[in-house]
């Protein structure tokens, strides 16, 4: 058989699959669909890249799911067996992290683009509201996988989120029963949040996708803005169809190649990390009776981590159960309040602010997120050490202060000169702040965020605990006075001190 | 083309290692013990004692287990049992899980072990016993005045930039009898203070002696309301 008796046979096979499937009509309606030429722009390429990402995730998920066992019995083991044992079985957990990692930052990307291009107004309000349930779809995506990592992490990110879900009025304890199928914590829990990893969250970000995309074809990838080109529900119909006559040019093969570029600087970007970085965790077992650990959610979701620690209590119940569907629904209806007009960002001030302005609010609760200085270091009581002039030159009374200080774990929430929790202030130089009654005070009532630590203090605690405070001023610089009593020349002597410190606490 | 031979070659050194060289790849020693399970002397020293005790280079508020003094004096058993039970008048913690701390057994003995393991030298030869019944406490006002008064001042209260007071009732209301005798005996050399051979050159104190002084300092001690303690209800 010569070359074109090949083709001819060949040609003859795939149109008897074209009649029945129709592959070239579903070819040229979707990968052949003329775009405008200027939409062939680097740009648009976060979508799909955001797709490629979670094609990975189904991948790497699946083989997964092979070896993983979603019982609170075994799936540390599991997990440990794949970190540090099965052969590759690391590489297949780096890349199912980077790739969720890579999937929401490129997701956020895409979110932003969009709406700094404009992309949602009319006619494409659904193809956006759809991409707003996608988002959160992945963002719950991130947060069920965090879950499947059953470490300490998981546990106490867990607890938070059934904590949150308790809060909801009337039916609070209904609603964390429903969450970890029971009170606590339990086997039953990491069965819902795999069935919810596994099968309802992916089926549906499959089915919205579909929609997402046929939006995409029907009404058209949105045209590069142009400032002054404004979109009149009336007139945009007849606009974009001259544009797509005139300039219209198919997407295969002039957009996608940058597509294919993108997707292959997002998969050696996966790659790249998974070979550094390699996987995380599993960190310490998901051990309720273990407190001595700092979790922290992972880095999408460090800004809502910073934003429950440090938001004032009269606002904890607006800001977890009233603020997020206001957000989320403000995203939903976005296209509606802002339906018409222009798109392109040179002429929208306010939209490119609101961005900058997000960002940087996400960027510096996501630092201190990651740095969470709110959170005690419970094991500085006993294992903080202190710098040596902070104890030279010490009385008794001073020294066993400071073993006070110790054993009453001051130190988990504060430092030494940086050594020791950061919750609260660094008692270096305490003692150039507050005078030896304010520190009674403070260590008997508390406030400021402080507990009250009379009952747990004897008097004599009391009074070694300040009289080393009070000794906690830099060499050459006065101790702190009390404003209503004229500034004597001398300093105390050691002796003076103590006596003064013994009487006051009394 | 010089961009896509870079990559080649990055990726062939890759294929070729086998990925078994790369730096994500978990090692066994990146493995997080169970607590309960973590058997390093260092991370356990440096984790459960270092706040107080320092860490043989660092000084804490207490007496530091790298003293050879104190180590030659202090029975390793005893030193097993303090770790086990705490010493709660002095605020020293129980660290035992059946007493409500954090270490296993196992563990307290891989602590104690090798704190011992740093005593280099024998005990001396004139060693005081660790511990003893109070002495007698005019006796005890003499031998302050001959061995400690130089610093800590002829009343006990302390002199200016020498050495506090250590007859402040609020200080020997959180210590024991046995931690006066320790410190007069092995004394704080990390802080200069010296030991029970060197206070006097040329003249260690005696067992007697430092049984003495010890009362008498605990004869110092008061209540709450200012109200002296009879030795009974110390």
């Given at each position: 058989m010569n070359g074109k008796a090949l083709i001819q046979a060949l040609n003859g096979v795939y149109e008897w699959v074209d009649k029945r499937l129709?592959?070239?009509?579903l070819f040229n309606h979707t990968a052949g669909h003329p775009i405008p030429k200027s939409s062939a722009s680097w740009f648009y390429v976060f979508g799909s890249a955001t797709l490629l990402c979670f094609m990975i995730q189904l991948l790497t998920g699946c083989l997964l799911a092979l070896v993983y066992v979603p019982s609170a019995a075994e799936a540390y083991t599991t997990l440990e067996y794949l970190t540090f044992r099965q052969e590759l079985g690391w590489f297949l957990r780096a890349t199912h992290y980077w790739g969720s990692n890579f999937m929401v930052g490129i997701m956020l990307i895409h979110v932003t683009q969009v709406f700094l291009f404009g992309a949602y107004k009319y006619p494409r309000e659904i193809t956006w509201m759809s991409g707003v349930v996608l988002m959160l779809l992945t963002l719950g995506l991130a947060f069920t996988g965090q879950v499947m990592r059953f470490d300490e992490d998981a546990y106490w990110g867990l607890g938070i989120g059934a904590a949150i879900a308790g809060r909801s009025p009337m039916i609070?304890?209904?609603?964390?029963?429903?969450?970890?199928?029971?009170?606590?914590?339990?086997?039953?829990?990491?069965?819902?949040?795999?069935?919810l990893h596994v099968f309802v969250l992916p089926g549906s970000v499959l089915a919205l996708v579909a929609l997402h995309l046929r939006m995409v074809l029907t009404k058209g990838i949105n045209e590069y803005p142009k400032p002054g080109q404004i979109v009149r529900k009336e007139t945009y119909d007849k606009e974009y169809a001259t544009i797509i006559k005139k300039e219209g040019i198919p997407f295969f093969p002039h957009g996608i190649w940058k597509d294919l570029v993108a997707a292959s600087i997002v998969i050696g970007g996966i790659l790249f990390c998974v070979l550094m970085f390699g996987p995380k965790g599993p960190l310490g077992e998901p051990n309720p009776t273990q407190i001595d650990t700092v979790p922290r959610p992972d880095f999408f979701f460090l800004w809502i981590f910073a934003i429950a620690a440090l938001m004032p209590d009269y606002m904890e119940t607006f800001m977890l159960l009233v603020a997020p569907p206001i957000i989320i629904g403000l995203l939903f209806i976005l296209p509606f309040i802002n339906n018409t007009g222009e798109k392109s960002w040179r002429r929208r001030p306010i939209a490119v602010l609101?961005?900058?302005?997000?960002?940087?609010?996400?960027?510096?609760?996501?630092?201190?997120?990651?740095?969470?200085?709110w959170s005690p270091d419970m094991k500085a009581w006993s294992g903080a050490e202190?710098?040596?002039?902070?104890?030279?030159?010490?009385?008794?009374?001073?020294l066993q202060g400071l073993a006070v200080l110790q054993n009453k774990q001051c130190r988990n929430c504060h430092a030494i000169d940086g050594i020791g929790g950061h919750r609260g202030p660094d008692l270096a130089d305490v003692g150039t702040r507050l005078t030896k009654d304010q520190l009674v005070r403070q260590i008997i009532q508390g406030g400021g965020n402080m507990p009250a630590y009379g009952k747990n203090l004897s008097p004599y605690e009391t009074d070694a605990l300040v009289a080393y405070m009070v000794s906690l001023h830099p060499r050459g610089e006065q101790p702190a006075r009390d404003s209503a009593v004229p500034a004597t020349p001398a300093p105390m002597s050691v002796q003076e001190g103590e006596q003064h410190a013994a009487v006051g606490a009394h | 083309m010089k961009i896509a031979a870079l990559s080649l070659a990055c990726l062939s050194a890759i294929a070729l290692s086998g990925c078994d060289n790369v730096p994500g790849r978990p090692k066994k020693e990146d493995r997080r013990p169970e607590p309960h399970h973590v058997t390093d002397f260092k991370t356990l020293y440096s984790q459960n004692c270092a706040g107080c005790h320092g860490n043989g280079q660092s000084v804490g508020p207490v007496i530091s287990m790298n003293d050879p003094l104190y180590l030659s004096i202090l029975p390793k058993e005893q030193m097993r049992q303090i770790v086990t039970?705490?010493?709660a008048q002095n605020g020293m913690p129980a660290f035992s899980l059946a007493n409500g701390g954090s270490l296993t057994n196992e563990q307290i003995g891989i602590i104690v072990d090798n704190i011992y393991a740093w005593a280099k030298n024998p005990p001396p030869a004139n060693a005081p016993a660790y511990s003893a019944p109070l002495g007698d406490v005019a006796r005890g006002a003499a031998v302050f005045a001959a061995n400690c008064a130089s610093c800590h001042g002829a009343d006990g209260k302390g002199l200016k930039d020498k050495a506090g007071s250590v007859i402040n009732p609020a200080y020997l209301g959180l210590v024991s009898d046995q931690y006066?005798?320790?410190?007069?005996?092995?004394?704080?050399n990390d802080l200069g203070c010296p030991d029970f051979a060197s206070r006097v050159p040329g003249k260690a104190m005696t067992n007697e002696e430092i049984s003495d002084v010890v009362a008498w300092l605990a004869s110092h001690r008061e209540n709450e309301f200012g109200q002296k303690l009879a030795p009974a209800q110390q």
């Amino acid at each position: 058989m010569n070359g074109k008796a090949l083709i001819q046979a060949l040609n003859g096979v795939y149109e008897w699959v074209d009649k029945r499937l129709h592959v070239t009509d579903l070819f040229n309606h979707t990968a052949g669909h003329p775009i405008p030429k200027s939409s062939a722009s680097w740009f648009y390429v976060f979508g799909s890249a955001t797709l490629l990402c979670f094609m990975i995730q189904l991948l790497t998920g699946c083989l997964l799911a092979l070896v993983y066992v979603p019982s609170a019995a075994e799936a540390y083991t599991t997990l440990e067996y794949l970190t540090f044992r099965q052969e590759l079985g690391w590489f297949l957990r780096a890349t199912h992290y980077w790739g969720s990692n890579f999937m929401v930052g490129i997701m956020l990307i895409h979110v932003t683009q969009v709406f700094l291009f404009g992309a949602y107004k009319y006619p494409r309000e659904i193809t956006w509201m759809s991409g707003v349930v996608l988002m959160l779809l992945t963002l719950g995506l991130a947060f069920t996988g965090q879950v499947m990592r059953f470490d300490e992490d998981a546990y106490w990110g867990l607890g938070i989120g059934a904590a949150i879900a308790g809060r909801s009025p009337m039916i609070g304890q209904q609603v964390v029963n429903f969450m970890l199928g029971g009170p606590i914590i339990a086997s039953e829990t990491l069965s819902r949040f795999f069935t919810l990893h596994v099968f309802v969250l992916p089926g549906s970000v499959l089915a919205l996708v579909a929609l997402h995309l046929r939006m995409v074809l029907t009404k058209g990838i949105n045209e590069y803005p142009k400032p002054g080109q404004i979109v009149r529900k009336e007139t945009y119909d007849k606009e974009y169809a001259t544009i797509i006559k005139k300039e219209g040019i198919p997407f295969f093969p002039h957009g996608i190649w940058k597509d294919l570029v993108a997707a292959s600087i997002v998969i050696g970007g996966i790659l790249f990390c998974v070979l550094m970085f390699g996987p995380k965790g599993p960190l310490g077992e998901p051990n309720p009776t273990q407190i001595d650990t700092v979790p922290r959610p992972d880095f999408f979701f460090l800004w809502i981590f910073a934003i429950a620690a440090l938001m004032p209590d009269y606002m904890e119940t607006f800001m977890l159960l009233v603020a997020p569907p206001i957000i989320i629904g403000l995203l939903f209806i976005l296209p509606f309040i802002n339906n018409t007009g222009e798109k392109s960002w040179r002429r929208r001030p306010i939209a490119v602010l609101s961005v900058i302005l997000i960002y940087l609010a996400l960027g510096l609760l996501t630092y201190l997120g990651q740095t969470s200085p709110w959170s005690p270091d419970m094991k500085a009581w006993s294992g903080a050490e202190t710098p040596r002039e902070f104890v030279e030159g010490r009385s008794p009374l001073e020294l066993q202060g400071l073993a006070v200080l110790q054993n009453k774990q001051c130190r988990n929430c504060h430092a030494i000169d940086g050594i020791g929790g950061h919750r609260g202030p660094d008692l270096a130089d305490v003692g150039t702040r507050l005078t030896k009654d304010q520190l009674v005070r403070q260590i008997i009532q508390g406030g400021g965020n402080m507990p009250a630590y009379g009952k747990n203090l004897s008097p004599y605690e009391t009074d070694a605990l300040v009289a080393y405070m009070v000794s906690l001023h830099p060499r050459g610089e006065q101790p702190a006075r009390d404003s209503a009593v004229p500034a004597t020349p001398a300093p105390m002597s050691v002796q003076e001190g103590e006596q003064h410190a013994a009487v006051g606490a009394h | 083309m010089k961009i896509a031979a870079l990559s080649l070659a990055c990726l062939s050194a890759i294929a070729l290692s086998g990925c078994d060289n790369v730096p994500g790849r978990p090692k066994k020693e990146d493995r997080r013990p169970e607590p309960h399970h973590v058997t390093d002397f260092k991370t356990l020293y440096s984790q459960n004692c270092a706040g107080c005790h320092g860490n043989g280079q660092s000084v804490g508020p207490v007496i530091s287990m790298n003293d050879p003094l104190y180590l030659s004096i202090l029975p390793k058993e005893q030193m097993r049992q303090i770790v086990t039970s705490g010493r709660a008048q002095n605020g020293m913690p129980a660290f035992s899980l059946a007493n409500g701390g954090s270490l296993t057994n196992e563990q307290i003995g891989i602590i104690v072990d090798n704190i011992y393991a740093w005593a280099k030298n024998p005990p001396p030869a004139n060693a005081p016993a660790y511990s003893a019944p109070l002495g007698d406490v005019a006796r005890g006002a003499a031998v302050f005045a001959a061995n400690c008064a130089s610093c800590h001042g002829a009343d006990g209260k302390g002199l200016k930039d020498k050495a506090g007071s250590v007859i402040n009732p609020a200080y020997l209301g959180l210590v024991s009898d046995q931690y006066l005798r320790t410190i007069t005996i092995a004394g704080r050399n990390d802080l200069g203070c010296p030991d029970f051979a060197s206070r006097v050159p040329g003249k260690a104190m005696t067992n007697e002696e430092i049984s003495d002084v010890v009362a008498w300092l605990a004869s110092h001690r008061e209540n709450e309301f200012g109200q002296k303690l009879a030795p009974a209800q110390q």
